[in-house]
Each structure stands twice: as C-alpha cells, then as structure tokens.
DNA sequence: CCTTTTGCGTACCGTACGGTACGGTTCTGC
DNA sequence: GCAGAACCGTACCGTACGGTACGCAAAAGG
C-alpha cells in the first residue's frame, strides 16, 4: 500500500540521498557516529539545509526511519484458494522474511538508536519504529493466519494472540540478542521450518508429521 | 552460585551504594542522565573516587550490571519428585519470574543503556549483560526441562532449542516493545499460564487440557 | 540577462560532557 | 594523638556536540 502524499511527506531525490547518507553513518558507527556536522560532511551538503529540511535531529531521526519503511513495503498476496501445504509455504516464507528483516543492519541500527533514546514514560522514536515498521509485517501475517482460519486450516479463539505466539516461535529471544550485539543465526530457514511446524501443531487443524520439531524420535 | 571472590571483584558498601545511585538516574532519566558530574552529585563523592574506582566510565557501567547481577540470585530449587502437575507449576513460575525480570524498571534501563552502547561488531556491555544477567535464568529454566524429561514428562532431542521455544513462547516480542517504550501486560499471569500450556502440548508427554490455549472451543 | 531562490562551505557560539588537579577534611592504623 | 591514606567539593581543561549566521556559487524563473 502506497503512503498517501497527504499525511506522510515525502522527501525530494537530494533529501533521500542525505538520508541514505545518515542510515549508512547509523550503521557504521552506531548513534554516536550520527552528527550532524558529520552528516553534513558526507552527504556534502550544509548543517543549515539539514535544519532547513528536518527541523531538528529529532526530526532528522524521524524522517529516517519514515524513509526507510517507505523502501521496505511488502507485497499483500491475496486470493488464491489455501492448502495446508501452501499455508505452510507461506507460514515458512513469513518466517524467513521476519527473520531476516530483523537481522538487518538498517533496522538493527535503528531499533538500537530508538531504544536507546527511549525511557520509562516512552519514546516517540520507539513509537514510530513500531508503527512504521512492524504494521506492515503485522498485517501480513494477520492477514496470512485469518485466511487460515477461514480456510479450516488453522483454529484459534483470538488471532492477536495467535499471531504472538508465532512470532515468539520465530524469534525467540533471537532480536534482543542481536540487538546487544550477537550474531545472527547460521540458518534463518531452518528455524522458519522448525517455528512453523510448533505454529501448525498448537494451531493447526491437521496432523502434523513433527519431524522436524525433533520430538518423533523419542529419545 | 556465589562469585569467586578472586576473579570477580566484589565492592564495597560505599560503592554499592554509589552505583546504586548510578542505576537510579540511568532508570530515571536514561543514560544522558548518568553523568560523572551528576553521579558524584547525586551521590556525594567526588568525581575523582568515581575514576579511581571504576576506572572510566564504561568500568562504571559494567560495574552497573554486575551489581545489578549480584542482587538477582536465583535458588536452585531441585531434589524433589517431579509429577505432571509439579512440573507445570514450575515452568508457570519461571514464565511469570522471567517477565517480571524483564519487565523491571532496572533490567529495562540496563539493556536500553547496553543495546544503545552496541554496534554491528559487538558489545562489551552487550557481553556482560548477556552473561551476567542472562545466564542465571538460563540455568534455571535448563535445569528444570532436563529434569521434566528425565521425569519422562517432556521430550525433546535439543534442550536448548526447547529452551528457545519455551522462551519465545513466554515473551514473543513484548521485551522489544517494552525497550521501545511500550508499557508491559497487564496480567503476566496469563501469558505464563498460556505459554507453558502450549509448551507442554509441544513438547510434553501427556495429553493437554488445552483450555487456557483456547483451541477447544473448536470456533 | 538579470533577479530570486536554494543550498554549499565555513566559521562561530554556548553548552555540557569526560577526565584531571588540588586544597581541605574525615577516617584509619598504630 | 599522630601520620598517612582515603575521600569530598570544586574548579578547571580540552573537546565535541547541536544549532545559528554569513558569504558566495549555482540553479530557477521570468
């Protein structure tokens, strides 16, 4: 779904590249490598146009990471008759984009600057990361296990906490993790399949084959 | 598990008492509020003992966290029988002790201030809070689902992978939301009661009631 | 072709930080 | 009771940040 012009503003080609700029400075050195001097040096433009243009570094903060969800849009595929087995396809797939979205550099370095401004009485920066970043990946999925349930595939009494549940089977602990720094995992479809198999077993309307939740063998 | 005294330096009570003035501004104000001026302030020493104890800022830091760590002792309650129900009264009180750790204002603050400290290559503080706050909980919630499958009451091939899934379960995304600045659950409880429910018809022997799971009601 | 706008580069300002130095005071060991 | 260490309060230093001001070049527009 495409922002509306109206409420979301935009930015110009040139404002872009200096926000690109700022992403790329974000990540390589982490917030305190953010500068608006610094900023200004690599983008080659001046401090005054950076306040011309974002009005203060809040501002500047913001318009990144307006400017990075508007590059991360996620397609809705809607409508074609579910299977399990393509349910399943498309849980695995959800899974691995999730996995790797959060893996990436961008938006590690993002979710580090907007937890480290926030406090006890909250963030505006963590509230949009929330709402720009994760509604789309949200109304994904929603969207995903809704068309499960109405296709028999999937029961549930509340899809919120459904949805959560799935979410905690993919991620785990695996985002804090790496937003203190560790590395990722070695094999993000491995634990799409292993997430989506527990998903299918608490949820699912058929058997499941479980063997790769590695509990058929017993011991 | 108390800390050898020879590689962990314990410190003294007038130090103690500083860095707990020091995790008082961090929670108050995050970390632009704890400063080595406003530390001595608030605490009444001198900036100069401040640097002769700690070092520089980051040894305060991280004698932050291992003071926050030394306060947070888990007892290792094992021993006695376990049977189905035991088992799960367990696994509820590790899922509503693990989130009211994680939802605590001090571990919030802590990890805010060590995920904001962290780059692409990693963290020292990431590190210690990682192991020093991390590894307590871990060996509690190990020690408990080894003992459920020496029971014969869980199965599983991977302990950790089952630990994971359990974890994940308990938390999904709530520690990100609450770093974010998002306010906690409102009844931990029954995420607890929720999350262990499905962990024991994953990975449990016996047949679940699976009322609490809400997929009974077949609607 | 001339004017107006936009924006770059630089210099500048006030502030606040991390870290150090020093004089005076309290505590400690003998 | 006294010498020495530990420590407090404060002043100080260099630096680097966010934000502003200004001079000048280049583009836009009529």
Redesign the interface.
């Known amino acids: 779904m495409r922002a509306d012009a109206t409420d979301m503003p935009e930015f110009s080609p040139r404002q872009n590249a200096v926000l690109e700029q700022a992403l790329r400075l974000l990540?390589?050195?982490?917030?305190k490598a953010l500068t608006t001097s610094g900023l200004a040096r690599a983008a080659n433009c001046s401090k005054e146009s950076l306040y011309k243009w974002f009005g203060d570094r809040e501002g500047l903060l913001a318009a990144m990471i307006a400017h990075q969800a508007s590059k991360v849009r996620t397609f809705e595929r809607s409508g074609e008759r579910l299977t399990a087995d393509l349910l399943r396809d498309h849980l695995e797939l959800f899974a691995r984009d999730l996995l790797e979205v959060l893996a990436g550099?961008v938006s590690?370095?993002l979710?580090?600057?907007?937890?480290?401004?926030?406090?006890?009485?909250?963030?505006k920066l963590?509230?949009l990361?929330?709402e720009h970043g994760r509604r789309q990946i949200d109304r994904r999925a929603m969207a995903l296990i809704d068309q499960g349930k109405r296709a028999g595939l999937l029961?549930?009494?509340?899809a919120d906490?459904a949805y959560?549940?799935l979410?905690?089977?993919?991620?785990?602990?695996l985002?804090?993790?790496m937003?203190?720094?560790?590395p990722g995992l070695k094999d993000n479809a491995r634990q799409a399949e292993?997430?989506v198999a527990?998903f299918l077993?608490?949820?699912g309307t058929q058997k499941q084959s479980a063997d790769v939740?590695?509990?058929s063998?017993?011991?």
Chains 1, 2 share one sequence.
């Open positions: 990540v390589e050195g982490g917030e550099d590690l370095a979710n580090r600057l907007a937890i480290g401004q926030a406090t006890r009485e909250g963030s963590g509230k990361l929330l029961r549930f009494d509340n906490a959560h549940t979410y905690g089977l993919i991620v785990s602990d985002h804090v993790r937003l203190l720094g560790e292993r997430a527990s077993t608490l949820h939740l590695g509990v063998a017993g011991r």
